[in-house]
């Protein structure tokens, strides 16, 4: 059952009148937001100078030059060739053409880096106090892994590391010269260590 709705009377409609001016509201009511102002049209310039680009466009591999190898820094073997010969020239030759016979050896296969430093420095130290000028080093040439790693991986860690340990204090002031050896004596996988003589 609906009920109609009731229409106020004229004193009804007076007193909602009264009541209604003198109550404050509760929430104020917003203003409508302005209307943006119209854009300004920009003003007119004259034709703008040809725009400068400060990149000229760039090809990848567009000044590699083919005849350079990709790989930045040359090779060990190369890198110990190209070295300074610290030691007596002539020696140098015939120790470069395998002539000269190595007088101690040291065979560093299989073995760690950490167990690799000790017996390399005892042996280089050992050596020179016994007045061997001329000892051979053998790391070998190192296993190619069968993986793909994510960064590039040189083959051979004691190989790579060994010439650096001999570049480094306490070795470093008992050798003289550090060369690849000839390959009757190892070539790639070993090293011809020169050592000064003891003091």
């Known amino acids: 059952m609906?009920?109609?709705?009731?229409?106020?009377?004229p004193e009804e409609r007076a007193l909602w009148d009264s009541v209604a001016r003198q109550a404050a509201p509760m929430h104020k009511r917003r203003k409508p937001p302005a209307a943006p102002p119209e854009p300004k049209a920009p003003p007119k310039t004259p034709d703008p100078a040809p725009r400068y680009d400060p990149l000229p466009r760039f090809r990848v591999g567009q000044l590699a030059d083919p005849k350079r190898p990709d790989d930045v820094l040359p090779g060990l073997g190369e890198r110990l060739r190209a070295a300074p010969v610290a030691m007596d020239a002539k020696a140098h030759g015939r120790m470069k053409r395998g002539k000269l016979h190595p007088e101690g050896r040291l065979d560093l296969h299989g073995m760690t880096l950490s167990e690799a430093h000790?017996?390399?420095?005892?042996?280089?130290?050992?050596?020179?106090a016994m007045g061997r000028r001329l000892v051979l080093v053998i790391t070998g040439k190192g296993r190619a892994r069968d993986y793909e790693a994510p960064m590039p991986v040189r083959h051979g860690v004691l190989r790579h590391q060994v010439p650096q340990?001999?570049?480094?204090?306490?070795?470093?002031?008992?050798?003289?010269q550090i060369a690849p050896a000839h390959i009757?004596?190892?070539?790639?996988?070993?090293?011809?260590?020169?050592?000064?003589?003891?003091?």
């Open 118 to 128: 000790p017996e390399l420095i005892a042996f280089i130290l050992s050596s020179q």
């Open 2 to 9: 609906s009920r109609k709705p009731r229409h106020l009377s």
């Open 184 to 199: 009757r004596h190892g070539g790639e996988g070993a090293y011809y260590v020169y050592l000064r003589k003891p003091r």
């Open 165 to 176: 340990w001999l570049n480094l204090p306490p070795l470093r002031q008992a050798v003289l």
